[in-house]
């Protein structure tokens, strides 16, 4: 695994550089120079909400009873992310981060790892309306153009990413079992998982996840709303590049790349991939190949930013409860030595 990935890390490194060399590093510069410091902080703002919306999604699909409260769970969903952009040689490992970030135990631990899978499910699935919609858009704006056949073949591979992962599903018993004592065995921080795993719980708590239809057509909806917001993000991103596109335009270059990335998921974070896709996507509507690898670039340094800080955030709070009366932990003890300080002062001298 770590070979294939490796292999997919430099493949993606050298479409990058043949991107790069194609469009003018000199010229990419020149485009980002344009975003600044201001640019880039809008950017990361404006891509708060819809981390918190993909949170919120996470938490309707771990059934009635979620294991963390909605800002836990926005707060696992920015860690998954932190570790996806800072860690690509290790998704899996984001994910049992993002698990991790829950603090949950025992079941509750089993019911957060399943959620998230289920949630992964649910957000390939949103994927199929928005690109369907950006081969819409593209239709009515550009009929003959060539990026219409990759459109169809992004949509034909998602839709067969979704039928997979559905087909899986039929079969979740055996298959999770499988990953749980695995996981168990390589991360010891998911150790309670096998405990769970051994006491037959596990398709009992995955039944318990997908019987709540309602509140999985609720996280399809987010996840949904979620994709749609990104092309309005990416119309920001070309409106501080200081090369405004239309909303319409907006939509059709974001779902390329989105389309595009779904087969080739087997290059980190899509290096490489994702410049070439917005290179291809651009080139409809007439915008240079500096300004398209300029976009891509803007919103890998804002994955990157937001990734960064939040893991400074979660090692600084967990320095903060290391010291002496810092964090609730750290609160605690302080009250606890408090009290007995407090009683020991009351006992009558003998």
Request: proline fraction near 6%.
């Given at each position: 695994m770590k070979g294939r990935t490796a292999a997919g890390l430099l493949a993606g490194a050298a479409i990058l550089v043949a991107v790069v060399l194609y469009a003018g590093a000199g010229a990419i510069v020149r485009a980002l120079e344009g975003l600044g410091l201001a640019g880039l902080l809008l950017i990361v703002l404006a891509h708060l909400p819809i981390e918190a919306l993909m949170g919120l999604?996470?938490?309707?699909?771990?059934?009635?009873?979620?294991?963390?409260?909605?800002?836990?769970?926005?707060?696992?969903?920015?860690?998954?992310?932190?570790?996806?952009?800072?860690?690509?040689?290790?998704?899996?490992?984001?994910?049992?981060?993002?698990?991790?970030?829950?603090?949950?135990?025992?079941?509750?631990?089993?019911?957060a790892a399943l959620s998230m899978s289920v949630d992964l499910v649910i957000e390939l699935c949103a994927k199929l309306p928005y690109v369907l919609a950006g081969l819409l858009a593209l239709f009515a704006l550009a009929p003959a153009s060539d990026l219409l056949t990759p459109m169809e073949i992004g949509l034909g591979v998602t839709l067969g990413a979704v039928a997979a992962a559905l087909l899986i599903g039929r079969r979740a018993g055996a298959t999770l079992q499988t990953v749980v004592r695995r996981a168990?065995?390589?991360?010891?921080?998911?150790?309670?998982?096998?405990?769970?795993?051994?006491?037959?719980?596990?398709?009992?708590?995955?039944?318990?996840?997908?019987?709540?239809?309602g509140r999985l057509w609720g996280a399809l909806a987010l996840h949904t709303l979620c994709w749609f917001l990104?092309?309005?993000?990416?119309?920001?991103?070309?409106?501080?590049?200081?090369?405004?596109?239309?909303?319409?335009?907006?939509?059709?270059?974001?779902?390329?790349?989105?389309?595009?990335?779904?087969?080739?998921?087997?290059?980190?974070?899509?290096?490489?991939?994702?410049?070439?896709s917005y290179v291809l996507a651009c080139a409809?509507?007439?915008?240079?190949?500096?300004?398209?690898?300029?976009?891509?670039?803007?919103?890998?340094?804002?994955d990157l930013t937001l990734g960064v800080a939040t893991f400074g955030i979660g090692f600084g709070a967990r320095g903060l409860a290391a010291l002496p009366g810092g964090g609730r932990r750290g609160a605690a003890r302080s009250n606890r030595a408090a009290q007995t300080a407090a009683a020991a002062d009351a006992e009558p001298d003998s």
């Open positions: 999604a996470w938490r309707l699909a771990a059934g009635e009873e979620p294991p963390a409260s909605g800002a836990r769970f926005i707060w696992a969903r920015l860690v998954r992310d932190a570790a996806a952009e800072t860690l690509p040689f290790s998704q899996i490992g984001g994910f049992v981060l993002g698990v991790r970030a829950l603090r949950s135990s025992g079941v509750q631990a089993l019911k168990a065995a390589r991360w010891p921080v998911l150790a309670s998982l096998r405990e769970v795993h051994l006491k037959g719980d596990l398709e009992t708590v995955l039944s318990g996840i997908l019987r709540p239809r990104g092309a309005a993000e990416l119309w920001l991103v070309f409106a501080l590049l200081g090369r405004p596109v239309g909303a319409l335009d907006a939509l059709v270059i974001d779902s390329v790349v989105a389309g595009l990335r779904t087969f080739v998921f087997m290059v980190p974070a899509a290096a490489g991939v994702q410049e070439a409809v509507f007439g915008i240079p190949p500096a300004v398209a690898v300029a976009a891509s670039l803007a919103r890998r340094a804002r």
